[in-house]
């Protein structure tokens, strides 16, 4: 896993370098993350999270349509993963816990492992979390090569298929902080507290605006 963490790292330090002061100070201090290009007006053109539709724990499809204007955040992972899954969803149910009742506010977490995460174990793996409904926290599952497709190309993370890795799969441990205009504003180590930490003091600087 450490090469994950690795890519991430890059992510987050290009992401501050290449950030204009006077933009931070207008986005709250969070940057936007992954590229950007100039169209034909000269106007920037930022990174964006692709079109999608999953089913989640309740049989529910849930598109880019359903976040537009929300903040949410992101992550992957697969219910039988015998690695940082478990920590990674105790560190999750911290941010669900503190944003649940905001309605501006989702988590979409991604199997990444759906012929076996069926709508009806992601509804079980979400009761036994203590997560009663989709309201706030989506576990979703879909066609697995449009689930690896978007955690590589939009969200710019690690989900795919591994033969070599404990449970058969490689995925990050990132939780990924996206804003209304489907843009990433944040990556954090799941796996760390303090990391959770700040992502928790994040979420409100998007909220605000």
């Given at each position: 896993m450490n090469r994950t963490y690795i890519l991430l790292g890059l992510l987050v330090t290009l992401g501050f370098s290449c950030q204009p002061a006077s933009e931070k100070i207008a986005s709250a201090e969070l940057p936007i993350l992954g590229e950007r290009y100039a169209d034909d007006n000269q106007d920037t053109v930022y990174h964006r999270i692709a079109a999608?539709?999953?089913?989640?724990?309740?049989?529910?499809?849930?598109?880019?349509?359903?976040?537009?204007?929300?903040?949410?955040?992101?992550?992957?992972?697969?219910?039988?993963c015998p690695t940082i899954c478990p920590i990674m969803k105790k560190e999750m149910l911290r941010v669900y816990e503190k944003y649940k009742d905001q309605p501006n506010f989702l988590i979409l977490s991604h199997s990444i492992d759906p012929t076996h995460d069926t709508q009806a174990?992601?509804?079980?793996?979400?009761?036994?979390?203590?997560?009663?409904?989709?309201?706030?926290?989506?576990?979703?599952?879909?066609?697995?090569e449009k689930i690896y497709e978007i955690g590589q190309?939009?969200?710019?993370?690690?989900?795919?298929?591994?033969?070599?890795?404990?449970?058969?799969f490689l995925h990050s441990g990132a939780f990924l902080l996206i804003d209304g205009k489907g843009r990433i504003r944040g990556v954090y180590d799941g796996t760390k507290s303090d990391q959770v930490d700040r992502l928790i003091s994040d979420i409100p600087k998007l909220l605000k605006q």
């Open positions: 999608f539709a999953f089913v989640n724990q309740v049989g529910d499809t849930i598109s880019n349509e359903d976040v537009e204007d929300k903040i949410y955040v992101a992550d992957f992972f697969f219910t039988s174990v992601l509804k079980d793996y979400a009761e036994k979390l203590g997560v009663e409904d989709a309201s706030t926290w989506n576990f979703l599952t879909g066609e697995q190309t939009s969200y710019l993370t690690t989900a795919m298929a591994d033969q070599q890795e404990p449970g058969g």
